[in-house]
């Protein structure tokens, strides 16, 4: 049986052993600091945003490979000629049947594999960096599922081009409504991209205005407490 701490006084004398049964300090975190994490909640939001500057940057590399370098390269593959995916406002039967006697097989397979990889990754992640931004920087909901729906409709219509348009130049003889249904489809994409383009803008300013208004209600509360 265990002896109390009088008994081992008693028995040893100064040379007892007294075993301190307080308990440690409790530690409280430092103001600003979670308890849980011992992360600051400034952390959150700015994680969010860095992952919102890079799916940016990576969105702008993106076009630039697919719209201003590789396509532009395929011109040199089909006599000078502008891939579909270049035309803004649509293209025609009678210039898809010049750009399908201008490209050999060779050069139709360069271009679905195109499609396939940039041309996939592309929408993919400026649709993803889009909803991050939009959903990062406007708070009334009503307002971001509105501006979400440029982006995601921008992400189906970029990848239905991509297979209306292999689907065109593939074909043995250009189709007039497969060529309609391609041009249709490349015009929304490019319309929508724009749209999209805006409702990102729109976010900023409207995040911006938003930290702006907080910073100064912070300021006034603070004028209020110091009276």
Avoid at 34 to 62: C, D, M
Avoid at 88 to 116: E, P, V
Avoid at 168 to 185: F, K, N, Q, R, Y
């Amino acid at each position: 049986m265990a002896k109390t701490q009088a008994q081992r006084i008693k028995k040893h004398g100064a040379k007892a052993v007294v075993v301190d049964h307080t308990p440690p300090p409790v530690i409280k975190p430092a103001a600003g600091t979670s308890s849980s994490a011992g992360r600051s909640p400034e952390q959150a939001p700015n994680n969010s945003k860095l992952i919102v500057i890079a799916g940016v940057v990576a969105s702008l590399f993106l076009f630039w490979y697919l719209h201003l370098l590789t396509l532009n390269q395929m011109t040199q593959l089909s006599g000078g000629m502008a891939m579909p995916d270049s035309l803004t406002g649509g293209f025609s039967t009678d210039y898809i049947t010049h750009l399908h006697a201008a490209m050999d097989d060779a050069a139709r397979g360069q271009l679905s594999y195109l499609h396939k990889t940039a041309g996939t990754l592309f929408p993919l992640i400026f649709g993803f960096s889009w909803l991050l931004l939009i959903g990062t920087n406007v708070s009334r909901r009503s307002l971001r599922r509105a501006m979400w729906a440029a982006p995601l409709l921008f992400v189906v219509a970029h990848l239905w081009s991509n297979i209306a348009i292999d689907s065109m130049v593939g074909a043995a003889t250009p189709d007039a409504g497969l060529v309609a249904l391609a041009s249709a489809v490349t015009v929304a994409s490019w319309v929508l991209f724009l749209l999209s383009i805006l409702c990102g803008a729109a976010a900023v300013y409207l995040g911006r205005k938003r930290s702006k208004q907080a910073r100064a209600e912070q300021a006034r509360a603070e004028q209020r407490d110091q009276r």
